[in-house]
């Protein structure tokens, strides 16, 4: 993207930088806050190997639905706050990509559109993908 | 052990993975990978896993930085993101019909082949080639050097070679959970004529994207544990961070050696489980 986007008053890359770091940053806080609250409720981290050894198998996982994650963050489950992090840290490129889609709109770069707009489609197959694997 | 002293010995070696990673250029995750599974005794889906997620976490912070000083190339980034993608997706799809044992000797691989070019000196890019493609796109970027203290324009040539190297590190990158820079970074320098600050710029604006891509899968089918990626996003992160802030008053060439170094010892224990 060039001078142009100065133009209609949107500078992209000002965006992207801004979505970039208050994405990374925010997914942060929650990551930390969620591990906080996990050793303080002991919400499965309780001391002992045997949770340890449950912790890093899938033994230890949980069902990923939105309705319990929903649940678990109302109830201050620590581990719902972590995958709410990682989910977000997950979609801050995807959002990006999305915003980029707008900035090529605005310059009227109409191949950098169909471009930007197979990316950001490929990125929401892939979790379509993951679920049915 | 418990699960205090896993968090903190996980943040501890992630922390030094982000930085001795951020200050030779590459990510943490070749070091995570190993650090997980050979130390600590996590499966390495699950560590490739925690890996790619932290992959994410450094390389869209840094981006930030990139995009805004405009030092990435953004249109040729989409571009190749492309590739990428589709890479990342084959790769993390495979990641799921391929053995814990070859996953090992593939690490052990792409280790061995970044310490190798890790001790070669950088080329200088070659003059650029007429590339129809770049043109019709207007791939072609330039950028203010502070260090030279002006703007530095280069055209940008053999984009389809760019395109297939790219698909490469996406599928390194969806298998390993690496960004996957180590490969794209030589090509777009040596073969796209650019020069390397716009090339690591770019290739970390494109690595958010690629390995969104196959944290996505991995998270769906419920290999990204909470418990272990949490440690790992957060350390590598405030690791690169502190990297990028030490960068200009350290030795680089110690370091690169020390990284080469734990780069080796790493590939030969991987070998090994692989092997034996």
């Not at chain 2, 970390?204 to 418990?227: C, D, H, K, Q, W």
Request: aromatic share 6%.
């Amino acid at each position: 993207m060039n001078e142009r986007n100065e133009e209609h008053g949107f500078k992209t890359e000002e965006a992207i930088s801004t979505l970039l770091k208050v994405g990374v940053n925010t997914s942060l806080v929650l990551i930390a806050a969620g591990t906080l609250l996990s050793f303080l409720n002991k919400g499965g981290y309780e001391a002992g190997a045997p949770a340890v050894a449950k912790l890093t198998t899938s033994a230890g996982a949980f069902p990923r639905t939105v309705h319990w994650l929903a649940a678990g963050i109302v109830h201050g489950n620590g581990q719902a706050l972590i995958i709410l992090g990682l989910l977000l840290l997950i979609m801050t490129p995807v959002l990006r990509v999305a915003l980029s889609i707008l900035g090529f709109a605005l310059e009227r770069d109409r191949a950098f559109v169909v471009i930007t707009t197979v990316v950001l489609l490929l990125l929401l197959i892939s979790f379509w993908l993951g679920k049915g694997a | 052990m418990n699960p205090l002293s896993f968090t903190l010995i996980v943040f501890g070696i992630s922390y030094l993975a982000g930085l001795l990673g951020s200050l030779v250029g590459v990510g943490g995750g070749i070091v995570v990978v190993p650090a997980l599974t050979l130390l600590m005794g996590v499966g390495i889906q699950k560590a490739i896993a925690a890996s790619i997620i932290s992959v994410i976490a450094t390389s869209s912070g840094a981006a930030a930085t990139y995009v805004k000083e405009r030092v990435a190339n953004m249109r040729l980034g989409m571009l190749l993101e492309i590739a990428t993608v589709i890479g990342a997706l084959s790769g993390a799809l495979l990641a799921e019909v391929v053995s814990a044992r070859s996953l090992f000797l593939i690490f052990a691989i792409v280790l061995g082949y970044t310490a190798v070019s890790m001790l070669r000196p950088k080329g200088y890019g070659v003059s650029a080639k007429p590339d129809a493609l770049a043109d019709r796109l207007n791939l072609h970027g330039s950028f203010f050097d502070r260090s030279l203290g002006r703007e530095v324009a280069y055209r940008v040539s053999r984009t389809k070679l760019g395109l297939a190297v790219s698909y490469v590190a996406g599928v390194a990158s969806g298998l390993l959970g690496i960004g996957g820079g180590i490969l794209k970074v030589p090509v777009m320098n040596l073969a796209m004529g650019m020069p390397i600050k716009a090339c690591t710029a770019t290739s970390n604006f494109m690595i958010g994207v690629t390995a969104a891509t196959s944290a996505a899968v991995y998270f769906m089918r419920g290999e990204v544990l909470p418990f272990v990626a949490a440690p790992v996003a957060i350390g590598v992160l405030l690791g690169a961070r502190t990297g990028a802030r030490l960068m200009s008053s350290l030795k680089n060439n110690l370091i690169r050696i020390i990284f080469v170094a734990v780069l080796a010892v790493s590939c030969v224990q991987m070998l090994l489980k692989g092997l034996l």
